[in-house]
């Protein structure tokens, strides 16, 4: 009898070692679990928050990437003439002018002013500075403007009086431009021009003085009266222009010698062509004169071959 009762004592004591074990165990268990429960979210918060600190560090760069793009591109344009000190000037050979030949001021913006030294600035012959030089604007007077030969690449915007007859401009940077009245050929452009305009009334585009550009539309004044070879050559941005009714010749001002005018302007699709242009002079080696205007419509071709043009697309 007792020794049954010391067995039942016995079985009951494992019993409750046995309840207690797993008790104990599944306490653990799920202190653990809420442990790595807790531990789980705190990465994730981690990750989480990493994750928002990276895309508001890459909004804001971009953000100053932007701004920086825009205030480069952003030309801010002097409204006062420079101190005559700043530049550098040689006599005209008549004696009766100055010219400037260098530039020795600080700033990035520069205007020339209209005299130097008691005489009227005719002639800007170069722009050399050891700065760059992002913008110019010339006074009235001058009658010719040379970009130069140092630094010519960083201008990016140059504002000419109507004085002005000529000028080089072909080695700037400049994306806009505005033919002066006086001009009456056009010159040569930079490749990275965009867009033009014209204050006067020019007679003459000048050869090459598209070649390469960026521009994507023309409309040349009605007082053009000659566009000569390669003037628009390898334009193949280009997609709009219109010849004029003042128009009398393409190719070169003689018909001998002048082609490529609009060679491999691929894009090209529309050329305006008045009804009242009956007749142009066409080089007579000028079979390429259109050679690569691929995009040009059948009608437009037609209406070249009867103004008398004999070559191919």
């Known amino acids: 009898m007792f020794c049954k009762k010391k067995a039942t004592l016995l ?7 046995a309840v207690s074990f797993v008790a104990c165990s599944k306490k653990d268990a ?40 825009k205030g480069s591109s952003k030309v801010k344009l002097p409204t006062t003439p420079n101190a005559e000190e ?25 205007y020339i ?49 109507d004085s002005v007859t000529d000028y080089d401009i072909r ?7 505005e033919v002066p009245a006086g001009v009456k050929v056009v010159r040569k452009m930079p490749p990275t021009l965009e867009k033009i305009s014209f204050r006067g009334t020019p007679e003459e585009i000048g050869r090459e003085a598209f070649k390469d550009t960026n521009i994507k539309t023309i409309t040349l004044p009605d007082s053009i009266k000659g566009i000569r070879s390669k003037a ?10 219109n010849l ?34 009956t007749s142009v002079i066409f080089p007579e080696d000028g079979g390429s004169l259109f050679f690569g205007c691929s995009s040009l419509p059948l009608a437009t071709q037609a209406r070249l071959k009867q103004l008398g043009y004999e070559g191919s697309f």
């Open 113 to 161: 002013p209209a005299t130097i030294q008691g005489l009227p600035v005719k002639e800007v012959v170069r722009f050399d500075s050891d700065n760059e030089v992002t913008a110019i604007v010339v006074s009235d007077g001058c009658t010719y403007f040379g970009a130069g030969s140092k630094n010519e690449t960083s201008l990016k915007y140059i504002s000419l009086p």
């Open 244 to 277: 004029p009714a003042s128009l009398e010749w393409l190719g070169d001002e003689s018909p001998v010698f002048g082609c490529c005018t609009f060679w491999e302007c691929s894009n090209l699709k529309e050329i305006i062509i008045p009804d009242s242009l």
């Open 171 to 177: 080695f700037t940077s400049v994306t806009e431009f």
């Open 30 to 69: 799920v202190s653990s679990g809420a442990a790595t429960g807790a531990d789980g979210a705190t990465s994730q918060e981690v990750t989480k928050a990493d994750k928002k600190a990276e895309e508001k560090k890459a909004k804001a760069e971009a953000k100053k990437a932007k701004e920086s793009k």
């Open 232 to 241: 628009f050559e390898n334009c193949i941005a280009l997609e709009s222009i």
């Open 11 to 17: 079985v009951a004591i494992l019993c409750v070692f």
């Open 86 to 110: 700043d530049f550098i000037v040689t006599l005209t050979e008549d004696g009766t002018g100055a010219i400037v030949t260098g530039y020795k001021g600080k700033s990035g913006a520069v």
